[in-house]
């Protein structure tokens, strides 16, 4: 693979990151929405609001415009490709290893993803001092819990896991 190959499958997957991952960004948008329309609103703060979100998704069109659609020219003006002893990367690596790292990062992902809400949630139910299944977020901790302790797994387990997506590979030749 060619470094310059290298960095533009790196900034096209770093820009697509970035732009899935203002989603989430942009759903906090929408709960703001429903804070105006409970009665709270006037002309400045919809105006201000609605600015801000035009200029938030113009941002994340620039971030992908510039990174997936003009990855050459961001190369190129960034001199991404300088400084390289040779024009070539090998990488050599098995499949085996690459699969483990990628289990490791995904649950490690999953993990950081959900456990911080799952403990939110839990302090919630703490606080309230509610019968477990009575508790109206009740389905909340069991998804949570449930994705962190995936992710754990994931993270502790990846020999077994890279072992089962082997073995399935194998009977499919």
């Given at each position: 693979?060619?470094?310059?190959?290298?960095?533009t499958?790196?900034?096209?997957?770093?820009?697509?990151?970035?732009?899935?991952?203002?989603?989430?960004?942009?759903?906090?948008?929408?709960?703001?929405?429903s804070?105006?329309?409970?009665?709270?609103?006037?002309?400045?703060?919809?105006?201000?609001?609605?600015?801000?979100?035009?200029?938030?998704?113009?941002?994340?069109?620039?971030?992908?415009?510039?990174?997936?659609?003009?990855?050459?020219?961001?190369?190129?003006?960034?001199?991404?490709?300088?400084?390289?002893?040779?024009?070539?990367?090998?990488?050599?690596?098995?499949?085996?290893?690459?699969?483990?790292?990628?289990?490791?990062?995904?649950?490690?992902?999953?993990?950081?993803?959900?456990?911080?809400?799952?403990?939110?949630?839990?302090?919630?139910?703490?606080q309230?001092?509610?019968?477990?299944?009575?508790?109206?977020?009740?389905?909340?901790i069991?998804?949570?819990?449930v994705?962190?302790?995936?992710?754990?797994?994931?993270?502790?387990?990846?020999?077994v896991?890279?072992?089962?997506?082997?073995?399935?590979?194998?009977?499919?030749?």
């Open positions: 693979m060619s470094v310059r190959n290298f960095w499958v790196f900034l096209k997957m770093l820009g697509i990151w970035l732009v899935v991952g203002g989603f989430t960004t942009l759903t906090q948008f929408l709960s703001a929405f804070f105006l329309a409970n009665g709270n609103a006037n002309w400045w703060s919809v105006t201000y609001l609605i600015g801000l979100l035009l200029l938030t998704i113009a941002v994340y069109i620039f971030v992908l415009w510039l990174f997936v659609f003009k990855t050459s020219w961001l190369i190129d003006t960034l001199k991404l490709e300088q400084g390289f002893a040779e024009e070539k990367i090998e990488f050599k690596i098995q499949t085996s290893s690459v699969l483990t790292i990628a289990t490791i990062v995904i649950g490690g992902l999953v993990l950081v993803d959900s456990f911080p809400l799952f403990c939110r949630q839990v302090f919630y139910f703490i309230q001092k509610n019968q477990f299944m009575e508790y109206p977020s009740f389905d909340l069991v998804l949570h819990f994705k962190s302790l995936v992710g754990y797994l994931l993270m502790t387990n990846s020999k896991v890279v072992g089962f997506i082997e073995k399935q590979e194998k009977g499919k030749e």
